[in-house]
């Protein structure tokens, strides 16, 4: 008999994707979210139609800070395994609204916790992230790295983890900290999407510090498998995993192959580095390659050339629609 899998913040980016993966391989989704107002609402409906056109896919509109709305969903669809991708993301923007971040990032985890000792689920995942580390001297973070966040995004989901651990028990818990994750549908604040669509529209891209500082960008499609990976890998207790790439890249390269990609020339301005961003990340991934089998496989050469691809298709969409 196929499982049950909750998804939450599944309309988002990360979450559209891994519900298409998991009803390609015959689970039955429940996909949860609220269209947070953090971007706008019909890019995450949008998500949702692709991602529920996949296979046997339910959806309900409901907020994780909500537990009433939670416990009557969990009773209504027993879950074999919860994945909980649903927060306010952004590093930025958390300086401006932190209370906000920590009302859905820490609360929103405990009550997904809860729910799951409550209804009795085995096993959850939980989306954490590399702003967990904060500046780290060491060439590339291993999990065993201290945690100093430098933003209350960074803070929230250090709560978040350390709430997985406290529950972790008869239940498996999992904090899988994703690094710069990009592909189609990537979220509109991030840099490749922010950066692409101001090329194509022939506005300057500003470059915080002096080009020199780099992310471990991870495409989508391996980010996806990591975590299907770890919903099916058998390991009691409490773990935790990077899933990067662990070879970064600097932002000007970046700027060059999106260039290359949309075949239009960036107009570059620079800006002084912003708070609570590091000069670079660079993930340990020596850890979920032991213990789930993770191989990432698609470098940035190839991953933004795909992102680029997508994009001016979904232009072209767009523009045929209207
Ligand atoms: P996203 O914003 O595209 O997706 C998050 C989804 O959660 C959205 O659809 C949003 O509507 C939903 N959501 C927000 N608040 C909610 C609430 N209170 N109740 C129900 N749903 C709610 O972001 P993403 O890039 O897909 O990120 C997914 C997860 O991965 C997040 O937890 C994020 O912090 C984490 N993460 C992402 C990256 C990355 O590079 N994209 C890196 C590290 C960690």
């Not at 991708?85 to 609360?107: K, Q, W």
């Not at 590399?130 to 929230?156: D, F, H, I, K, N």
């Not at 470059?207 to 980010?223: E, M, V, W």
């Not at 020339?265 to 580095?273: G, I």
């Amino acid at each position: 008999m196929s499982k049950t899998a909750l998804v939450t913040g599944a309309a988002g980016f990360i979450g559209s994707h891994l519900v298409e993966r998991l009803a390609q391989r015959g689970y039955r989704v429940l996909a949860v979210d609220n269209f947070d107002s953090y971007y706008p609402r019909a890019m995450k409906e949008a998500n949702l139609r692709s991602a529920m056109a996949s296979g046997s896919v339910a959806f309900a509109e409901v907020d994780v800070r909500d537990y009433t709305r939670l416990r009557a969903l969990f009773q209504k669809t027993p879950a074999d395994v919860v994945v909980h991708l649903a927060a306010r993301p952004g590093v930025r923007p958390s300086f401006e609204t932190p209370h906000v971040y920590m009302d859905i990032n820490v609360r929103g985890t405990l009550n997904m916790l809860m729910a799951c000792r409550e209804f009795n689920v085995p096993k959850m995942l939980f989306a954490s992230s590399s702003s967990v580390y904060g500046s780290v001297e060491a060439p590339a973070y291993e999990e065993r790295t201290p945690c100093r966040p430098l933003s209350p995004y960074g803070a929230s989901k250090v709560a978040g983890e350390a709430l997985c651990s406290a529950a972790a028990g008869e239940m498996s818990v999992m904090a899988l900290r994703f690094f710069t994750v990009y592909g189609p549908r990537q979220r509109p604040d991030m840099a490749i999407a922010n950066f692409s669509k101001r090329i194509t529209a022939g506005e300057p891209v500003t470059l915080y510090g002096d080009g020199s500082s780099s992310r471990d960008y991870t495409y989508i499609s391996d980010t996806i498998t990591g975590i299907v990976s770890a919903l099916e890998a058998d390991l009691p207790g409490y773990n935790v995993f990077n899933l990067g790439r662990g070879m970064p890249l600097h932002l000007r390269d970046l700027v060059r192959l999106i260039e290359l990609g949309l075949d239009v020339p960036a107009d570059v301005r620079f800006e002084p580095d912003q708070p609570g961003d590091p000069q670079t990340t660079c993930a340990d991934i020596t850890r979920a390659r032991t213990m789930l089998g993770y191989k990432p496989t698609v470098a940035p050469q190839e991953g933004v050339i795909r992102y680029t691809e997508w994009l001016q298709e979904s232009q072209r969409e767009f523009a045929a629609s209207r």
